[in-house]
């Protein structure tokens, strides 16, 4: 039965003798507004709660040592600046950020990484940081947005943005940073163009930086959606231990 393990738990003699064969998970968060309800420590928390959870339900399974690290706090989250409570890196500094955690992977013997990411903004950047950590250090790093996995055919957007989706599931992991929901009655349109990603300060301005209706939001469907996008995560991952 392969290993799981968390970075921060362990010690070095343990890291070096299983990083040669392992694949190392780095969740991606943010910590930016998500409305008048949600903690700006969301996109973390989610992030960090799929990759420590898939993790530990990939162990039994996997055919290398899984090794899970703390979360990145930060990400690319400068669209939310205007609305206060944000933290942003920039683009170009993230990337970087990204690109130093797999040098020292590589340069401890790591080989594998998987980026397991939970901001929306950082799409672009795990996705160019991939590609360059493949290329500068000789690693193979494949990307995962969290979301993407999710069943939620006929559900509200997701992830959307500190609506019913990522409300649920705080509602799940902390409730006691959830604030007061008021009911939204008349949801703002979000305008989408099919097969584009739109990036406009309109938009964001017109939905008042967040989406949908968390108010509907219950824990025990964030309870179920977490044990969902858990368990396809370490689908992945046992997967990914295959091939990477």
């Known amino acids: 039965m392969s290993v799981a393990l968390r970075w921060s738990e362990t010690d070095r003699d343990q890291l ?18 998500h409305g008048p309800h949600l903690p700006t420590s969301t996109d973390a928390l989610i992030a960090a709660a799929v990759a420590d959870g ?22 690319a989250s400068d669209h939310h600046l205007p609305y206060g409570g944000t933290l942003s890196l920039s683009p ?29 903004g950082n799409v672009g950047v795990c996705h160019a940081a991939a590609a360059a950590g493949s290329t500068r250090f000789d690693l193979s790093v494949a990307h995962l947005d969290y979301w993407r996995l999710a069943d939620t055919e006929g559900e509200p957007p997701v992830p959307g943005h500190a ?8 509602l799940a992991l902390r409730p006691d940073l959830v604030g007061p929901r008021a009911p939204r009655p008349q949801v703002p349109e979000v305008v989408t163009v099919r097969g584009v990603d739109l990036h406009s300060e309109s938009v964001w301005r017109r939905i008042d930086g967040f989406t949908d209706r968390p108010e509907l939001a219950q824990a ?9 996008l858990v368990g396809r995560a370490a689908d992945r991952l046992v997967e990914l231990a295959g091939v990477l």
């Open 16 to 33: 070096r003798r299983h990083l040669p064969g392992a694949v190392v998970v780095i969740p991606v968060g943010a910590t930016e507004q």
């Open 54 to 75: 898939a993790t530990m339900a990939a162990a039994g399974r996997s055919d290398r040592p899984l090794i899970v690290t703390p979360a990145i706090a930060w990400g």
């Open 92 to 120: 170009e500094t993230l990337l970087a950020v990204i690109c130093d955690l797999l040098r020292s992977i590589a340069a401890q013997g790591g080989r594998r990484v998987v980026l397991l990411n939970g901001h929306g």
């Open 163 to 170: 609506g019913e989706f990522e409300t649920s599931m705080i």
């Open 220 to 228: 025990d469907e964030g309870e179920r959606r977490l044990e969902d």
